[in-house]
């Protein structure tokens, strides 16, 4: 087997309750071993025996000042980093963890069908994706536009959400409402 990654799933502020399934997502996927964790002590050595380490919708400020260092000295020296979903909420008063991510987590809407355009249309992870890939999530907004330190795999069509059969729909909704007399019942 592969050097095993490993997974951080450790929240301090919101605890997404698909972080079990998605841990048995990437056991089942059976091409390393996994060690999940959400102890913060975990991190407090050197991280050499890991290809990878994968931020698994962590969020808050899950580290400790020796994790911390142990990180950056594992990506400086040429070990893997993941962030999957919520690591964008993660370690805001850490400058590094900002820029190893390349954007901040603003906000979401609500799931919502959505369309991803491919970038990058070679890459191991994209590479197997339809030119537009269709499915529902919550799209998040960052802070910044990552494009100046990163290199975007794909991206959120955001014309997407001017299909005209949506648009319809809210203009319906928003007649319906605005009828003399329905109270917007």
């Known amino acids: 087997m592969a050097a095993?990654?490993?997974?951080?799933?450790?929240?301090?502020?919101?605890?997404?309750?698909?972080?079990?399934?998605?841990?048995?997502?990437?056991?089942?996927?059976?091409?390393?071993?996994?060690?999940?964790?959400?102890?913060?002590?975990?991190?407090?050595?050197?991280?050499?025996?890991y290809a990878a380490v994968v931020f698994l919708s962590t969020s808050g400020e899950v580290l400790t000042s020796a994790g911390r260092e142990h990180l950056a000295a594992h990506v400086e020296s040429g070990g893997g980093f993941v962030g999957v979903h919520a690591s964008a909420c993660a370690e805001y008063d850490w400058p590094y963890y900002g820029d190893l991510l390349g954007a901040r987590f603003d906000r979401h809407p609500a799931h919502q069908p959505g369309n991803a355009v491919i970038e990058d249309r070679t890459h191991p992870a994209t590479q197997h994706l339809p030119a537009v890939w269709q499915f529902t999530d919550e799209w998040y907004d960052f802070r910044t536009g990552p494009r100046s330190s990163t290199h975007v795999l794909l991206s959120a069509?955001?014309?997407?959400?001017?299909?005209?059969?949506f648009r319809a729909y809210l203009l319906g909704g928003i007649n319906w409402a605005a009828r003399p007399g329905t109270s917007g019942e």
Do not use: K
Not at 14 to 33: M, N
Not at 157 to 165: G, H, L, R
């Open 4 to 49: 095993a990654p490993r997974l951080l799933a450790r929240t301090t502020a919101y605890h997404h309750d698909s972080i079990p399934a998605a841990v048995t997502a990437l056991r089942t996927l059976g091409l390393f071993e996994v060690t999940a964790t959400e102890d913060p002590a975990a991190f407090e050595r050197p991280l050499d025996d």
């Open 157 to 165: 069509d955001e014309s997407f959400y001017e299909d005209p059969d």
